[in-house]
Each structure stands twice: as structure tokens, then as C-alpha cells.
């Protein structure tokens, strides 16, 4: 490799699966996920929901595990492999290619660092009480519509997260394997908590009773495959960067199984907390942003212990949030690094430590902050997801692609797989892709 000795492998299996699982457990699985569920015919959403995460695991997510290995670098060099099969003019387009999902991984992360600088404050308005006395939506609207009004709390969380990242694989690993179990336990300490409000035993009906007439919606099957795509990282670009750390022992299609796996467990167990929560007390489950904000902590205020359980629950929340900064920043470090190899890491990580604060402190106010990651989910996500997914499947040879999955596994895959990444995942990424372009819908 030619870039920095501090971008190593992961040193094991399940630092591997934890790194991961921290990029796709974030925003989309604790509001999006109840969010969707809530306003999308509940269990009937969620059995949707369970059959597009058990197709992209076992094709979406392997074949960007397994670009990132075969190239042995992250987003630029994997479409530059994928493109090269064809010839070398074509290595070169697939290159430029690859901007475009990188582009979006740092678009993403401009935004999303804005939502965890909220939380951050949540937080710290929770250690000293402030948040128990205060009318939320009084209180969330005094930051949330001001211009410049979390500086400090955005410069840490992007400062914090990209000394996180100093060491490449090694320090993502490690800060994982904190963040992911204590994020887990921290949310089941809160199910059971909500399991014991009146009147939560609606919010579980609610979630676990399909409504089949509901399937008959095309918008149902929509909005249930683009959470699928957003939950698990399927952007063309994040999680290329980690199979690019894995070792060639590892068999990527088990990697994507069990990463869909603790994802959809922690995007369930965020809607055990909400949903009965927000049936408990009457409220609308499909509250977006201010259900972290104005929803949650109201219900918090008025229950015993609730300052206690808002501090759990908001560092699980930044817990959640650097997890998945981490993977958009690095995916952004780690090519420019692969791009420019007279770079070194720490002048790299400055370079987007000034672009992230400098264009993400304009867009503070959540009036500013919501058409960005509007524009970044209707557009960008769904682009970086489609072009990936054509790459992998229609421009680069078949044999190449096999292989480069088939390395380390204890079986191989072939025509039966590829096939289904050719014919179901690719027109369903097409699909996503021209929903949310034709009719401006955000994932």
C-alpha cells in the first residue's frame, strides 16, 4: 500500500464487525427507523424492511467489503480497479467515477456532525439539569433555529472524532469496541425502562401486527428499501474503506450477514424504546429530528430517574453518531491519502477537519441543516449507491468480482450470487435512485 504506515488492518474479527456495525448504527436506526415504521403500516413496514436487509447483506454490502480488499484501498481506487477490468482509458473514468459517492460521504458527515453537535449539547444540558425543568420545544427551538448557535459543541465533535481516526484502523477499532457494546446495553437498559410506562403494551401491537393491506402501497416497499440502504451504509463509498482493512482471511459475505444482523437489532431496539414511549404518552412517532429533542426528553421529565436515563440516553445517541462520522471521515482521509501519497494523515485530517467546520458552521440552524441533508439523501445517497452497484455488477468482469469475494471464504459463491446482485440489487438501487430524483423524496 502506498499510503501511511498508520492505516492498518483491523486486528480481528470482531473489531472488524463492530467498526461496521458503528458506521451503519446511527441517526437512520434511532429516529429514521421508528420514524418509518411509525408512519409506514408498522410490522407490515418492518417485515419489508427485514427482506431488503437480508438481500443487501448478503450482496450489497460483501461486494463493497470486497472492492476495498481486492483494490486494497477505499473509494477512488476501488472504482479504478472495478472500471480497470475493462481497460485502462475505462480504469481511469471509473476513477473520476468515484469522486461523486466520496463527494457524498463528506456531505453526509458535514450535516450529521451538526445533529451530534445537538446531542452533544442534549447531553451536557442533561448532566447539569437543565434539560429536566425546561419547556423542550422552547429549548430545542433556542439552538436549533439561531445561526452559530452550537459552535463549540461542533468544533469537539469533529475535532474529537478525527483524533479518533489518527491512527486508521487501529484507533477506529479500538474506540469501537467501547462504543458499540456500551451503545447496545445502554438501549435495552432503556426498552426495559419504557416496558414499564402505561399504556406501552399498544406501541409493541402497534410495531409487531403486520396491517397487510398496507403492502399493496408501492411506497411502503420504497420507503422500506431506502431505509435498508441507509441503515446498513450502502452509499457506494463508507464501507468500501473498511474492506479495505480486512484481512484476506475473512469471508465478506458472513461480515455483511452479521453486520445486518447487530444493525437490525439496534434499529429494533431504538423503536422498543420509542414507539411505546411516544404510545405511552400520546405522541407522534413520526416526529423526526425533534423526536430526540422535544418528544423524548419531555416523556424523560416525567418519569423517576428521568435526568439518569436522559444522560444514557444521549451518550448512547453520540456513542451512535462518531460511530458512523468516523466511517465518513475516514473514507474521505483514506482516498485523498491513496490520491496523494506526499500527503501524510495528520494533514489530511486537517484538511477536512477546516472543510467540514467551515461549510458546516453556516448550516447550524436546523432550517439550513434540513434541506442539506435533504438534498444529500434524495440525491447524493441514492447516486453513490446506484453507480457502486452498477460498477460492481455491470462494468467490472464477472470472474474478477467473484474472486475477489470468494477470497477467504469457506464456500464459494457464484452464478446464484451474482446473479442476484445483477438482476434484484442493481434495478432495486435504479429504483431507489429514480424515486427519490423524480419525486424528491429523502431517505
Known amino acids: 500500500m502506498k499510503h501511511s504506515k498508520h492505516t492498518k488492518h483491523f486486528a480481528s474479527r470482531w473489531g472488524f ?62 472504482y479504478e480497479k472495478a472500471w480497470a477490468t475493462r481497460g485502462k482509458k475505462m480504469g ?23 445533529i451530534v453537535a445537538y446531542i452533544l449539547k442534549a447531553l451536557v444540558d442533561s448532566v447539569v439539569g437543565t434539560l429536566m425543568t425546561a419547556d423542550t420545544a422552547s429549548w430545542f427551538g433556542s439552538f436549533s433555529s439561531g445561526d452559530f448557535s452550537v459552535v463549540p459543541y461542533h468544533v469537539i465533535v469533529v475535532v474529537g472524532t478525527l483524533l479518533t481516526l489518527y491512527l486508521g484502523a487501529h484507533s477506529i477499532e479500538k474506540t469501537n469496541k467501547i462504543m458499540m457494546p456500551t451503545f447496545f446495553l445502554i438501549f435495552l437498559v432503556l426498552a426495559v425502562r419504557v416496558a414499564f410506562l402505561p399504556g406501552s403494551v399498544e406501541g409493541y401491537k402497534f410495531m409487531f401486527t403486520p396491517r397487510w393491506e398496507a403492502l399493496k402501497d408501492p411506497m411502503i416497499w420504497i420507503w422500506a428499501m431506502g431505509q435498508a440502504f441507509f441503515s446498513l451504509s450502502v452509499t457506494g463509498s463508507g464501507m468500501i474503506v473498511y474492506g479495505a482493512y480486512l484481512s484476506k482471511d475473512e469471508d465478506v459475505v458472513a461480515m455483511g450477514q452479521h453486520t445486518a444482523i447487530f444493525d437490525t437489532i439496534a ?54 453518531g462518531i460511530s458512523s462520522l468516523q466511517n465518513m471521515f475516514e473514507a474521505v482521509a483514506e482516498s485523498l491519502l491513496h490520491k496523494f501519497p506526499k500527503l501524510n494523515r495528520t494533514a489530511v485530517l486537517a484538511i477536512i477537519c477546516v472543510l467540514c467546520l467551515g461549510t458546516g458552521l453556516f448550516m447550524e440552524p436546523i432550517s439550513k441543516w434540513g434541506p442539506w441533508m435533504d438534498l444529500v439523501s434524495i440525491y447524493i445517497i441514492p447516486i453513490g449507491a446506484t453507480l457502486g452497484a ?17 477470497t477467504g471464504s469457506g464456500k464459494t459463491h457464484g452464478a446464484l450470487w451474482y446473479n ?9 438501487a435504479v429504483i431507489l435512485c429514480c424515486v427519490a430524483l423524480f419525486m424528491n423524496i429523502a431517505f
Open 267 to 320: 434499529a429494533i431496539v431504538a423503536a422498543l424504546v420509542i414507539i411505546p414511549a411516544c404510545f405511552s404518552y400520546n405522541l407522534d412517532v413520526g416526529a423526526g429530528p425533534s423526536l430526540l429533542f422535544v418528544t423524548l426528553p419531555t416523556i424523560l421529565q416525567d418519569i423517576p430517574l428521568g435526568r439518569l436515563f436522559a444522560i444514557i440516553l444521549y451518550l448512547a445517541m453520540i456513542f451512535a
Open 390 to 406: 452498477i460498477s460492481w455488477f455491470y462494468v467490472m468482469k464477472k470472474d474478477e468480482l467473484l474472486t475477489a469475494v470468494n
Open 420 to 428: 442476484v446482485g445483477r438482476y434484484i440489487y442493481v434495478p432495486m
Open 17 to 78: 464487525i463492530l467498526a461496521s456495525v458503528g458506521s451503519a448504527v446511527g441517526m437512520a436506526n434511532v429516529w429514521g427507523f421508528p420514524n418509518k415504521l411509525g408512519s409506514n403500516g408498522g410490522g407490515a413496514f418492518l417485515i419489508v424492511y427485514l427482506l431488503f436487509v437480508f438481500i443487501f447483506s448478503h450482496v450489497a454490502l460483501p461486494a463493497e467489503f470486497a472492492m476495498g480488499r481486492h483494490a486494497a484501498t477505499g473509494t477512488l481506487g476501488a
Open 92 to 114: 481511469k473514468a471509473g476513477g473520476l467515477l468515484g469522486w461523486l459517492p466520496l463527494a457524498g460521504s463528506l456531505c453526509i458527515a458535514i450535516g450529521y456532525a451538526i
